[in-house]
């Protein structure tokens, strides 16, 4: 059912040190008879999956996409060893079962967060395929890790019309890569280090569409508890309209451990910040194709009738 998690099993497998704490939830919208989201949050992985199609088909596409995720043996461990090249390789699997339960007349976007270590550092593996978002408020600050994949980006990113405009415009809704249906399909992904305190946010346009990022950025920067948080956003999202389904992931990160191996409870310094900057996208990509990891994994069903895993 796509109104509940994939899995809400706790996190076992991994170091002590980061601790994750995290809220969810999901709403029809005021509008609308469906509620096309799909979501999973279970440590390590949190994503929002938005499914377009009619007759149920964007919810068959959004559930077998966040099921495919639930299929990943690091969902059932918890371990942080998930690669960007590993997550491609599910997506490309879920792409093609959606495909084949659809005849590629339904898709769905997919955006959210990995948690994963390197060299014993934490990292936010942020991915995104589509027009759902994945926020970071890190440092006071909140910012959009993710870039829409959609025709009013492509417009504000060739200078055609402001960013403001681009909520209003009449064709917002149009994205220009999707799994399940199109010729885009690969994913974008950013790596960025966990520091002490960061709250990851990750939604379906439904939240983004009703309120302005400053709104979002008081009610994450004022509620603590990321239940309470999540709750609020989607009610404020209600308030404005709920023209849309909306779905909402809060992720806050504690006790994260610094270069030296100790937990800190305070801020990092911004000297610290500078020395692990995000990798820009290119290089991460690189990272991702160079890999020819292989996964041994099931294969996800195709059916769209089938039931939750
Ligand atoms: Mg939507």
Redesign the pocket.
């Known amino acids: 059912m796509n109104s509940q998690p994939a899995s809400i099993s706790p996190a076992a497998g991994h170091e002590p040190g980061l601790s994750l704490s995290y809220g969810y939830g999901t709403d029809r919208g005021l509008r609308r008879e469906l509620n096309e989201?799909s979501f999973i949050a279970s440590d390590p992985v949190f994503a929002v999956a938005?499914g377009m199609g009619g007759h149920e088909a964007g919810e068959i596409a959004s559930g077998m996409c966040v099921r495919a995720l639930a299929a990943m043996p690091q969902v059932a461990t918890g371990e942080r060893n998930v690669t960007a090249a590993v997550l491609q390789q599910y997506l490309v699997r879920a792409d093609s079962s959606i495909r084949q339960a659809t005849g590629a007349r339904a898709g769905t976007t997919l955006a959210g967060a990995v948690v994963v270590e390197q060299m014993g550092m934490p990292y936010w593996l942020v991915m995104n395929i589509g027009d759902s978002r994945t926020y970071l408020l890190s440092q006071g600050e909140l910012v959009q890790v993710s870039v829409d994949h959609s025709e009013v980006q492509e417009l504000v990113d060739a200078g055609e019309i402001r960013p403001e405009e681009a909520a209003v415009h009449p064709r917002r809704h149009v994205v220009t890569r999707a799994l399940g249906t199109g010729d885009e399909t690969e994913a974008d992904y950013w790596l960025l280090p966990v520091q002490e305190g960061d709250r990851i946010l990750v939604c379906?346009?439904?939240l983004n569409a009703e309120l302005t990022d400053e709104h979002m950025f008081r009610i994450l920067s004022t509620v603590l508890d990321p239940q309470e948080a999540v709750d609020a956003l989607i009610q404020a999202a209600l308030r404005n309209g709920g023209r849309?389904?909306v779905t909402v992931i809060v992720v806050d990160a504690r006790n994260v451990m610094n270069d030296g191996g100790i937990a800190t409870t305070a801020p990092r310094t911004a000297a610290d910040a500078e020395e692990e900057t995000t990798l820009p996208r290119a290089q991460v990509a690189d990272v991702h194709r160079s890999s020819s990891d292989s996964s041994s994994d099931d294969e996800e069903s195709g059916e769209p009738g089938d039931g939750s895993r």
Request: aromatic residues 0%; proline residues 0%.
């Open positions: 989201d938005d379906s346009d439904g849309d389904n």
